[in-house]
């Protein structure tokens, strides 16, 4: 089994950057893809960004440009750095891991095993 937990969120102006941390523990070596979602209130959990342990990344349009996907297979740790964020960018932020080896413009929700708990990120003036 795989545990995953987020860290990093908080309360930013529009503008301003976070980075978000994700640390892997347990079966690490199960883990291929891993991405970064985001769920709004009363919207469906959609992924904004993936990696591959490989280094391949995809971004949704929404991101593309201002998120940063990043991972350090060493110290189990996956991170996204998001800039220029806007209030439109609110959301819980979960990190999730698939047991699939795939390109992660492959990837889709359905493919994850693994769920972190969740980190709330404000942006608000």
């Known amino acids: 089994q795989v545990q995953l937990v987020e860290s990093g969120g908080g309360l930013v102006q529009p503008g301003g950057s976070l980075r978000l941390t994700c640390v892997a523990t347990?079966?690490?070596?199960?883990?291929?893809?891993m991405a970064w979602f985001l769920q709004a209130p009363g919207k469906q959990r959609e992924c904004v960004a993936g990696?591959?342990?490989?280094?391949?990344?995809n971004y949704a349009d929404s991101v593309e440009g201002r998120f940063t996907i990043s991972r350090d297979n060493a110290k189990n740790s996956l991170y996204l750095e998001m800039g220029s964020l806007q209030p439109e960018d609110s959301a819980v932020y979960y990190c999730?891991?698939?047991?699939?080896?795939?390109?992660?413009?492959?990837?889709?929700?359905?493919?994850?095993?693994?769920w972190g708990q969740g980190t709330q990120v404000t942006v608000s003036s």
């Open positions: 999730a891991g698939s047991r699939l080896r795939i390109h992660p413009s492959r990837s889709r929700y359905s493919h994850y095993h693994y």
């Open positions: 347990g079966d690490i070596f199960s883990i291929g893809v």
């Open positions: 990696m591959s342990r490989g280094g391949d990344t």
